[in-house]
């Protein structure tokens, strides 16, 4: 049997125990984090007459939204050396794969607080558990994804270009890693206070079209600088780039966010854990 020592000594203070018992919390977590994940999306789509139509029917409506408007001259767009329909879908839905990510992690956390207070279970479980739902959401999104890339080949709109198509899921994995350093860094604050998830919403709603999803970066002026230097585009962008099979921009920026995304998940992932004692014992007041 398993003994925990609560000490009021900062475990900091002893680095090699404190990254010993974090990396044992992550491997006895897995088992536990499937069965949260599977208790989140069951109770997410339960009482929903359209059930998992949902994981994708927001990036269905964003998408056909955008198209009409752009059809009837409202929304201008340049030329990114892509049929503006594929360049929306795919952009879509990996912002989307983003907001989960972001959202992922305080979601998890705050719907097992009950749980949280009164067992004691490595907390990890409750992360890998939001990593586990953004990844099925994004699964459930292929199911629209690639049929619409289907008609598109058929189209004319779009060529499968097997040469970087592999790098994809790559790309994919480095959105969702740069959402999840966000989160975990917010989660133990957002525990505390419910502004910062409505909070979170709201900038997520700006920051899209600060990003190009919806809109191509322009060649100049400050919404040009502003896309160019959010860490958002660079790794989007060069993950749609190599669905479509084209060169990607910015792809020295994606690796050097990448590489910043870890370093901020491992930096949020050890305040997680220095923080929830302390969070945890103000919940139970």
Same mark, same amino acid.
């Given at each position: 049997m398993q003994t925990r020592i609560y000490s009021p000594e900062s475990a900091l203070k002893r680095p090699g125990e404190f990254f010993r018992a974090m990396w044992a919390d992550i491997r006895a977590s897995r088992e536990l984090a499937i069965a949260l994940a599977?208790?989140?999306i069951k109770v997410l789509y339960r009482q929903s007459m359209l059930g998992y139509i949902w994981a994708f029917l927001p990036v269905l409506g964003t998408t056909g939204v955008f198209l009409f408007l752009r059809s009837g001259g409202? @929304? =201008?767009?340049? &030329? %990114? *050396?892509?049929?503006?329909?594929?360049?929306?879908?795919?952009?879509?839905?990996?912002?989307?794969?983003?907001?989960?990510?972001?959202?992922?992690?305080?979601?998890?956390?705050?719907?097992?607080?009950?749980?949280?207070?009164?067992?004691?279970?490595?907390?990890?479980?409750l992360i890998l558990a939001g990593v586990l739902?953004?990844?099925?959401?994004f699964l459930v999104r292929l199911l629209v994804l690639i049929p619409a890339l289907i008609f598109f080949t058929w189209k004319g709109s779009?060529?499968?270009?097997?040469?970087?198509?592999?790098l994809f899921p790559l790309g994919v994995a480095a959105v969702i890693l740069l959402g999840y350093s966000i989160g975990v860094l917010l989660t133990p604050i957002g525990?505390?206070?419910?502004?910062?998830?409505?909070?979170?919403?709201?900038?997520?709603?700006?920051?899209?079209?600060?990003?190009?999803?919806? @809109? =191509?970066?322009? &060649? %100049? *002026?400050?919404l040009a600088t502003v896309m160019r230097w959010n860490p958002v585009s660079s790794v989007l962008d060069t993950t749609r780039s190599w669905l479509?099979?084209?060169?990607?921009?910015?792809?020295?920026?994606?690796?050097?966010?990448?590489?910043?995304?870890?370093f901020f998940l491992v930096?949020?992932?050890?305040?997680?854990r220095v923080a929830l004692p302390h969070v945890i014992a103000r919940l139970g007041m």
């Open positions: 599977l208790r989140d409202a @929304l =201008t767009t340049l &030329d %990114s *050396g892509i049929a503006y329909p594929v360049y929306l879908l795919i952009g879509t839905i990996l912002w989307q794969v983003f907001a989960d990510a972001v959202n992922g992690p305080l979601k998890v956390v705050t719907s097992s607080r009950a749980m949280i207070v009164k067992i004691n279970f490595p907390r990890e479980a739902i953004t990844c099925f959401n779009y060529t499968f270009v097997w040469e970087s198509l592999y525990m505390l206070y419910k502004d910062v998830g409505l909070g979170v919403q709201m900038v997520l709603t700006f920051w899209m079209f600060m990003t190009p999803v919806v @809109l =191509t970066i322009p &060649d %100049s *002026g400050l479509v099979g084209i060169e990607p921009t910015f792809l020295l920026e994606s690796l050097i966010v990448t590489g910043c995304s870890l930096i949020g992932w050890i305040l997680y």
